[in-house]
């Protein structure tokens, strides 16, 4: 990854912060002083590179791991703000890129039950609940979303 | 990659498929901090497939499930 790719992804992600969701190719064009076509062609690379993760059929932001851009049932509440995760593992993810402590709330895929989950001091208060990974590492990337 | 209350929760949801690995929230929230400590840094660089399987191996997630491509 070059310097040129490194300053867009710092500048894209710094927005996803400051703004509180994923910014736009306009946006992010703007911040960075550069053309949207090269915001394209540089999320592009970095979507090749697993540095973010595109939505298919916009070419908009899906993931910014661990931040997602779209509802999912992992909501994290840190630093002041709600924010949606892609999975239970970037919901702890979330509280740890923001430096604070946090609230997850999600809800058992199975029984439909709300979990909620303190994590305080860098500690999550209820160590009952368990972590399933349905997909082995090897195949993580095969199909993110799914992952 | 989801939250569960309970082992028989997780042989529910699977209906049959396959498991994959369970692990207690609490080393999910170390591998958490591990993963994911560095991703709004300034000087953040891209992890090396030997830089993240050393963190799947410090924190015991070993084997064939936790191999990194």
């Given amino acids: 990854m070059d310097e040129r790719d490194l300053a867009l992804r710092a500048s894209t992600y710094g927005l996803f912060v400051e703004l509180g969701r994923a910014p736009t190719t306009d946006e992010v064009a703007e911040?960075?002083?550069?053309?949207?076509?090269?915001?394209?062609?540089?999320?592009?690379?970095l979507h090749d590179q697993h540095a973010i993760v595109l939505d298919p059929t916009t070419a908009e932001i899906r993931m910014a791991n661990p931040?997602?851009?779209v509802p999912t049932a992992y909501r994290v509440h840190a630093d002041g703000r709600?924010?949606?995760?892609?999975?239970?593992w970037d919901a702890f993810g979330i509280c740890t890129v923001l430096q604070g402590d946090g609230r997850i709330q999600a809800s058992c895929p199975d029984c439909g039950e709300a979990l909620s989950i303190v994590?305080?001091?860098?500690?999550?208060?209820?160590?009952?609940?368990?972590?399933?990974?349905?997909?082995?590492?090897?195949?993580?990337?095969?199909?993110?979303?799914?992952? | 990659m989801n939250l569960f209350r309970s082992e028989e929760h997780i042989e529910r949801w699977l209906g049959g498929r396959p498991p994959g690995a369970t692990i207690g929230v609490t080393t999910l929230n170390e591998l958490a901090r591990a993963w994911?400590?560095?991703?709004?840094?300034?000087?953040?660089?891209?992890?090396?497939?030997?830089?993240?399987?050393?963190?799947?191996?410090?924190?015991?997630?070993?084997?064939?499930?936790?191999?990194?491509?």
């Fill in chain 1, 31 to 45: 911040a960075a002083g550069s053309s949207v076509a090269e915001v394209q062609s540089g999320w592009q690379r």
């Fill in chain 1, 67 to 69: 931040f997602s851009a």
């Fill in chain 1, 82 to 88: 709600w924010w949606y995760a892609n999975c239970a």
């Fill in chain 1, 119 to 147: 994590v305080s001091d860098g500690r999550p208060d209820d160590e009952s609940l368990l972590f399933h990974c349905l997909v082995p590492a090897a195949h993580w990337w095969d199909d993110i979303v799914f992952t």
């Fill in chain 2, 36 to 69: 994911w400590s560095d991703r709004l840094a300034p000087n953040w660089r891209p992890h090396t497939r030997e830089q993240n399987q050393a963190i799947l191996d410090r924190i015991g997630l070993t084997g064939p499930f936790w191999r990194l491509p």
